[in-house]
Each structure stands twice: as structure tokens, then as C-alpha cells.
């Protein structure tokens, strides 16, 4: 089944600084795919949907410019978090897309401390 | 919003079947019953789907009502690997983002 690949699997960084998170579609070419994020002991929240060649689009309440998404090929999406601070400690997660008779595929997950 | 309600937790015996509720009164015909667990820091996996008829493979069954309102998720055999976060949701399969309630915390216990 297809695969989706993400990267680091946890990163600690210093207020203030930006961290970039990768997920990748190892076998499959994904032009849509999805980053979530969770906080300890709650479900996962969606944050945007990134489109290949195109703007993402943000959750409301999620503030693009703090978390930039790129998505230049079909096999990789990125995650920035710009600046980031303590608040933004969490887990985030990248998916592909919910096809016809396919089920979504889920990232291991990013762990992010900020510290 | 998420259109499911879980319980917020559960137990089960290992060895035992581990039944999962989940109702969704407001599912729409095109929409499918998806299942996913999410085992501790890792992504969620993929279970199992359906839409009205009852379905296996080889981690799990679902079992819809007739009116397609409940559906319950059968681990027919529970181990302690199956210790997780199961979560139900409903869908179209037209593509798109999955949208997570708060799912249910099974715990199986020696």
C-alpha cells in the first residue's frame, strides 16, 4: 500500500527559531496532501491542506504565516513553523488523500519541542 | 465537526473481543464508515471501511446497522499491541480530509 514518509520523527529547538518538517509519498504521487496537529491526550485537529503547485489552505484559526506550507512536487510537502515558541509544542502528523476506494495514509508523526 | 460519537474509553481482556461502538444518526447515504487507530506518538492506521454492508478483513470486522445510524468495530481476538485510540468517522470516499472526533481509548489489560 502506499506509503507516506515523514521526517524528523522528533525535533527540539530554541524560542524563536523555525523548524521545517518533511512528508513525503514514497510510492505514490500525491498532488493533495493534509497536516494535522495534536496536542497531549486530545484527537488530531486539522491545520491545512496542501496543494501541489498551488497555495495551501489554512484551517480557520490557523495562521498561515506562521506555519508556511510548501508543496513543489508531487512527492513532498513541507511544514515550517516560523518563529516558533513553547505554545507550538506538539505533535504533527501529514497524510495524503482519501481516494475512491482508498484509504488515507498517515505520516509517523513529528514530535516538536520548543524550548 | 466531527458527525461520531465514541465512548471515551474502554477495557477489554486480552485474548477476548474488543467491541467498538460508534453512532453516526446524521450519516449521509454516499458517506462510508471509516475506522483508524492511533497507537501512542505514532500516526494513525487505517482499520477498516464500509457503507452499509458488513465487512472483514484481517485486523477487524465492522458491523453496520441496517439504518446505517451505529456501526461497531470488532477486534475479534484483542491483544496488548491493540492498545490504542480507535476512531470512527464517516466520509465520502470522493476524496478529501478526514475530520477526527475525540475517538475511544481501548485499553487491553493481561
Known sequence: GAVVSQHP??????SGTSVKIECRSLDFQAT????YRQFPKQSLMLMATSNEGSK???????????????????T???????????ED????????????????????GTRLTVV | DAKTTQP?????????????PCNHSTISGNEYVYWYRQIHS??????????KNNETNEMASLIITEDRKSSTLILPH?????????????????????????????????
Open chain 1, 76 to 86: 513532498l510537502s513541507t511544514l515550517t513553523v516560523t518563529s516558533a515558541h513553547p
Open chain 1, 32 to 35: 493533495t496532501m493534509f497536516w
Open chain 1, 9 to 14: 520523527s522528533w525535533v527540539i529547538c530554541k
Open chain 1, 56 to 74: 495551501a489552505t489554512y484551517e480557520q484559526g490557523v495562521e498561515k504565516d506562521k506555519f508556511l506550507i510548501n508543496h513543489a512536487s508531487l
Open chain 2, 8 to 20: 471515551t474509553s474502554m477495557d477489554c481482556a486480552e485474548g477476548r473481543a474488543a467491541n467498538l
Open chain 2, 78 to 110: 484483542a491483544t496488548l499491541r491493540d492498545t490504542a485510540v480507535y476512531y470512527c468517522i464517516v466520509k465520502d470516499n470522493q476524496g478529501g480530509k478526514l475530520i477526527f472526533g475525540q475517538g475511544t481509548e481501548l485499553s487491553v489489560k493481561p
Open chain 2, 42 to 51: 505514532q500516526g494513525p492506521q487505517y482499520i477498516i471501511h464500509g457503507l
Open chain 1, 89 to 108: 509544542s506538539s505533535f504533527y502528523i501529514c497524510s495524503d488523500l482519501l481516494g475512491l476506494n482508498t484509504e488515507a495514509f498517515f505520516g509517523q
